[in-house]
């Protein structure tokens, strides 16, 4: 059915369309929509779910582990400083193997309070073990989620998944929204440790150094295996509803001298700076990074690469900027923009290009060429 | 959403409650759910509570364990001392991820006993916050706080629960403050059922966690678990330790169902009078050196309890 929606309903639909168990839920700015129109639909009777408002956002995570360990798809939602409250449970949720999925409404983290977009929330968040993607458009809030539940489900994975939209610029903001019969797309929930009171089992005891060290182990090897995983999901989610993704969103790259790579609804604003610098005969493309985790492999050689980060690493720079760094061996120009919810214009972002200084990082707006 | 399901209950009288007729611990049953395998210390008392709280829950059981001595008395990976599913979770989480849990099992259609098992500093300091939002979501579970009066399995530091004048490694001239009133603050939240209990009292336990899980709702048990190595007392006086914790007043077992009050009958005789508390305290070497003053205090506190909890019974308030 063809709607209009904002970021924030398409991933309640899509939620919806899921039907899990059990949701937990806290509120928090941006993301409040969410849990507020999942609330309606189980209040109206439009979804079976057991909607447990929670006392904050560590319960929200504490009372989705113990849900999914139970044998049921469970969701979340949050946002930045609720993202970070929960942060020993969000460890704990993937230690402990469970498909969780969990919406991340991406916002800056006081002092000063600041409910605009930011993306160092969720980098925050990076080394947990959960899959990350980032999305930016409303329509894709609604696919990734629904993607979610099925790779994190996936036997092969059996981590949770965050899907993360920019505060306000996506949460808020309405677009054409496509939502589907979902029909056999998602498989019954099946988790292989679910717990058994017939087959008792205990979950996570003390363990000593060679059995923990293994566990580890695994968790990285689904997150490897997690990117074949990941195309599976995506190419028969573009089958069955005619919309493909990919691990980036490539535009006007093949012939590119010059590829800005952002995330989320930057990553949207650089497809119009492309094409006015196109205009201008600067052979310019831009690569919108959706899964950060697992990281992808970037074709960029023979390239000049412009990061922008919304988001920081004191001490060490743009997270992004450093991980393209990393993974191509590339120096790009890095430029932290957008934090806090600035604004950043498509003019800017060709600004960027323009100027551009490879090997070197600028503060939006702050501070130049450092 | 589950919000009103107290309130709902509150309006049914409490019939019906299906106590079985277990008179003695012979008419306790046989089987086992927690092995003798454990990393219990010696003169352990949790542990024992344990295996009653297992023995009367049976096996359609889940345990819900955060970071407390039951995280290491289980046993280490990839053996176990546990014969019902046991599911460890964070320190501050065990009430949460109990509402989680118990949801989705109704969902399932499974009638499951849901059991938190935590310690003392993982119900009155860390945990409390989700403890109050599941009573207060009226969360289907029996949340137990075996109290041991410290962080027993970190070296015995001071917690909320430990009572006043009592000496940790983080209280080395004994604890300034008293005790933290939990029961009065889980009273405040209206459940259904709650009750205290004493490893030294075994039936009694079995008995009030048998009527827990028979009613639907939030379910609450406070025991007092003597430590051997936390109390400083010879592991062989653990059972006489707890005896002596209820004859003095210093630990009253009652029940409240839908908020009346019950004093349970080895605390009925104490109460009316109860042993000198002296004979409590000097047998542990955590009050060593207990200076006039604090003793005075404790004792007035025993009193107090005592009078407060006698006046409700009988209906004067």
Request: some cysteine.
């Amino acid at each position: 059915m063809l709607t209009i929606a904002t970021g924030n309903k398409a991933v309640a639909a899509a939620v919806k369309a899921a039907n899990p168990g059990v949701i937990a839920a806290y509120p928090i700015t941006p993301q409040t929509e969410i849990v507020e129109q999942i609330a309606d639909y189980v209040t109206d009777g439009e979804l079976a779910s057991r909607y447990i408002p929670v006392e904050s956002e560590h319960s929200a995570m504490a009372a989705c582990i113990g849900a999914s360990a139970g044998g049921v798809r469970t969701f979340t939602a949050t946002s930045s400083h609720g993202l970070l409250y929960m942060h020993e449970m969000v460890h704990w949720a993937a230690g402990a193997r469970l498909p969780i999925v969990m919406a991340n409404v991406n916002r800056a983290l006081g002092p000063g309070w600041n409910t605009w977009a930011e993306h160092t929330d969720a980098f925050s968040q990076r080394d947990t073990g959960w899959l990350q993607v980032f999305v930016g458009t409303v329509q894709e809030a609604y696919d990734a989620t629904l993607m979610a539940f099925k790779i994190a489900e996936d036997e092969r994975v059996l981590l949770p998944v965050m899907v993360n939209l920019d505060g306000f610029t996506l949460s808020h903001i309405m677009q054409s929204l496509e939502t589907a019969e979902i029909g056999d797309f998602l498989p019954p929930y099946h988790l292989p440790h679910a717990i058994d009171t017939e087959n008792p089992c205990v979950y996570g005891p003390m363990t000593g150094p060679a059995d923990y060290f293994r566990f580890r182990w695994d968790i990285e090897r689904s997150m490897r295996d997690a990117r074949g995983v990941i195309a599976d999901v995506e190419r028969e989610f573009a089958e069955r509803f005619g919309r493909s993704y990919g691990p980036t969103e490539d535009y006007r790259c093949e012939d590119a001298d010059v590829v800005v790579i952002a995330m989320g609804t930057l990553g949207k604003e650089a497809e119009v700076a492309v094409d006015r610098l196109r205009d201008e005969g600067i052979k310019a493309g831009s690569m919108r990074l959706r899964w950060f985790r697992p990281f992808p492999d970037l074709d960029l050689a023979g390239r000049e690469v412009v990061v922008i980060d919304r988001d920081y690493s004191f001490g060490f720079g743009g997270v992004v900027a450093h991980s393209i760094r990393s993974k191509t061996g590339i120096e790009p120009y890095s430029v932290i923009a957008g934090l806090g919810g600035q604004e950043v214009t498509y003019n800017d972002i060709a600004d960027f290009v323009r100027n551009r200084h490879p090997g070197e990082e600028t503060w939006f707006g702050v501070s130049d060429h450092v | 959403m589950s919000g009103n399901r107290i309130a709902k209950l509150s309006l049914q009288p409490m019939t019906n409650i299906n106590e079985r007729s277990v008179s003695n611990l012979s008419a306790i049953p046989k089987e086992e759910y927690l092995y003798k395998c454990t990393s219990a210390c010696a003169g352990c008392s949790s542990s024992l509570c344990l295996r009653y709280v297992l023995k009367a829950a049976g096996p359609d059981s889940v345990l819900v364990v955060p970071a407390c001595c039951t995280s290491v008395i289980q046993g280490m990976y990839p053996g176990t001392a546990m014969n019902v599913p046991v599911y460890n979770i964070a320190f501050a989480a065990a009430a949460a991820c109990a509402s989680g849990m118990s949801e989705a099992l109704a969902a399932l259609g499974k009638e499951t006993n849901v059991i938190v098992y935590a310690g003392d500093g993982g119900t009155v300091d860390i945990g409390i916050q989700a403890l109050s939002g599941a009573f207060e979501r009226g969360t289907n579970f029996l949340y137990i706080c075996y109290d041991n009066e410290a962080y027993g399995n970190t070296g015995m530091q001071r917690s909320g629960s430990t009572p006043l004048g009592a000496r940790t490694t983080t209280t080395p001239g004994g604890k300034p403050t008293a005790k933290k009133d939990l029961d009065r603050i889980v009273e405040a939240h209206n459940p259904p059922y709650m009750a205290t209990a004493c490893s030294a009292y075994p039936l009694d336990l079995y008995k009030k966690v048998k009527k827990a899980l028979s009613i639907e709702g939030p379910k609450f048990i406070h025991i007092l678990a003597p430590c051997p190595p936390g109390w400083r007392y010879p592991t062989e006086k653990t059972v006489e330790m707890g005896k002596l914790a209820v004859k003095t007043g210093t630990w009253i077992l009652y029940e409240r169902e839908f908020g009346k009050l019950a004093i349970s009958g080895p605390s009925k005789a104490a109460m009316k009078k109860p042993a000198p508390l002296e004979d409590y305290i000097k047998g542990q070497g955590r009050f060593k050196n207990l200076s006039p003053e604090v003793f005075d205090e404790m004792r007035q506190q025993v009193e107090h309890n005592i009078q407060r909890l006698s006046r409700e019974e009988a209906g004067v308030c």
